[in-house]
């Protein structure tokens, strides 16, 4: 299935995209797509009856509708760095032993098309396509990656935007340029694990004013999404409607020659999870 969330920011409705492209209202069966929802198994069955049943789920016109987030009240946004080999190459980055953590907070989270603001005093902000992986059941120290797969809902296209000189150059951790206004675009869809074999086979790419910067595929992953979420498990609970950003391809503006071409305000940025849907962004000063 491939669920997402319409309406104006803090008031989206549930919402699923059925077969034939036309979107149709959960509203009637579902208060949202949280967290609740993913882990409650009898429900998202009912869900998914209901979008195979003709003439039960309403279409609604899209409109001039706003796509929002795909997933509602998140809990926390765990991100790993440095998960692609040809990523860690092009920063002159040593291939990490492990899994590189940061986190983003859950108010950085927009929906796919909504604007992306430059921090005040950027100078390095800068893109990142990722692939977002949705928990729908209790994660404690798992202890294979296969039930790492297990633990997941479901996956979803993710903008990991950064701003390079508060990440690396102002002291202390990541997070700091991480964690600024609009820097975790997402969406537009939540597709279910049963719609994605394979995690480890997906095209991933990114545009910037209509050039393509990022080509790769989550084949290249350091650690591949089943070993993300056990390690991350013996570290911490995860809860359904946790997200993992699981990590960036070659070919971010930090990685380029000088000038490095990072981004300002006017340029429009374009990204996609093959399978998992498009984003679209303009870029306005804070």
Same mark, same amino acid.
Request: net charge negative; glycine share 12%.
């Given at each position: 299935?491939?669920?997402?969330?319409?309406?104006?920011?803090?008031?989206?409705?549930?919402?699923?995209?059925?077969?034939?492209?036309?979107?149709?209202?959960?509203?009637?069966?579902?208060?949202?797509?949280?967290?609740?929802?993913?882990?409650?198994?009898?429900?998202?069955?009912?869900?998914?009856?209901?979008?195979?049943?003709?003439?039960?789920?309403?279409?609604?016109?899209?409109?001039?509708?706003?796509?929002?987030?795909?997933?509602?009240?998140?809990?926390?946004?765990?991100?790993?760095?440095?998960?692609?080999?040809?990523?860690?190459?092009?920063?002159?980055?040593?291939?990490?032993?492990?899994?590189?953590?940061?986190?983003?907070?859950?108010?950085?989270?927009?929906?796919?098309?909504?604007?992306?603001?430059?921090?005040?005093?950027?100078?390095?902000?800068?893109?990142?396509?990722?692939?977002?992986?949705?928990?729908?059941?209790?994660?404690?120290?798992?202890?294979?990656?296969?039930? =790492?797969?297990?633990?997941?809902?479901? !996956?979803?296209? &993710?903008? +990991? %935007?950064? @701003?390079? $000189?508060?990440?690396?150059?102002?002291?202390?951790?990541?997070?700091?340029?991480?964690?600024?206004?609009?820097?975790?675009?997402?969406?537009?869809?939540?597709?279910?694990?049963?719609?994605?074999?394979?995690?480890?086979?997906?095209?991933?790419?990114?545009?910037?004013?209509?050039?393509?910067?990022?080509?790769?595929?989550?084949?290249?992953?350091?650690?591949?999404?089943?070993?993300?979420?056990?390690?991350?498990?013996?570290?911490?609970?995860?809860?359904?409607?946790?997200?993992?950003?699981?990590?960036?391809?070659?070919?971010?503006?930090? =990685?380029?020659?000088?000038?490095?071409? !990072?981004?300002? &305000?006017? +340029? %429009?940025? @374009?990204? $996609?999870?093959?399978?998992?849907?498009?984003?679209?962004?303009?870029?306005?000063?804070?």
């Amino acid at each position: 299935m491939k669920l997402l969330r319409v309406g104006t920011a803090g008031a989206e409705r549930p919402a699923l995209l059925d077969r034939d492209g036309t979107l149709r209202d959960l509203s009637g069966i579902v208060p949202d797509i949280d967290g609740e929802l993913l882990a409650d198994a009898s429900t998202l069955a009912r869900v998914r009856a209901a979008a195979e049943t003709p003439g039960v789920l309403p279409a609604l016109d899209a409109t001039g509708l706003r796509i929002g987030p795909p997933v509602g009240r998140i809990g926390k946004i765990v991100c790993i760095g440095l998960n692609y080999y040809d990523h860690a190459s092009e920063t002159g980055a040593e291939i990490p032993a492990e899994p590189i953590l940061f986190f983003k907070a859950p108010d950085t989270v927009v929906g796919p098309d909504d604007g992306v603001l430059v921090p005040r005093g950027s100078r390095k902000t800068d893109w990142e396509v990722e692939l977002a992986v949705v928990i729908g059941r209790t994660a404690r120290y798992l202890g294979s990656a296969e039930e =790492g797969l297990a633990h997941v809902a479901g !996956y979803a296209t &993710a903008h +990991d %935007v950064s @701003e390079r $000189e508060f990440q690396i150059e102002r002291g202390g951790t990541w997070d700091k340029g991480k964690n600024c206004e609009t820097f975790n675009p997402l969406g537009p869809w939540l597709v279910t694990a049963d719609e994605v074999p394979d995690p480890q086979a997906l095209p991933l790419r990114l545009w910037v004013n209509g050039e393509l910067k990022q080509n790769g595929t989550t084949a290249e992953q350091i650690f591949p999404v089943g070993e993300v979420v056990r390690y991350l498990s013996h570290f911490m609970t995860l809860y359904p409607g946790d997200i993992i950003n699981t990590g960036t391809p070659a070919g971010v503006a930090m =990685g380029q020659p000088e000038p490095k071409p !990072y981004l300002k &305000a006017g +340029d %429009v940025v @374009e990204l $996609e999870v093959e399978g998992l849907g498009r984003q679209r962004q303009e870029l306005k000063d804070a």
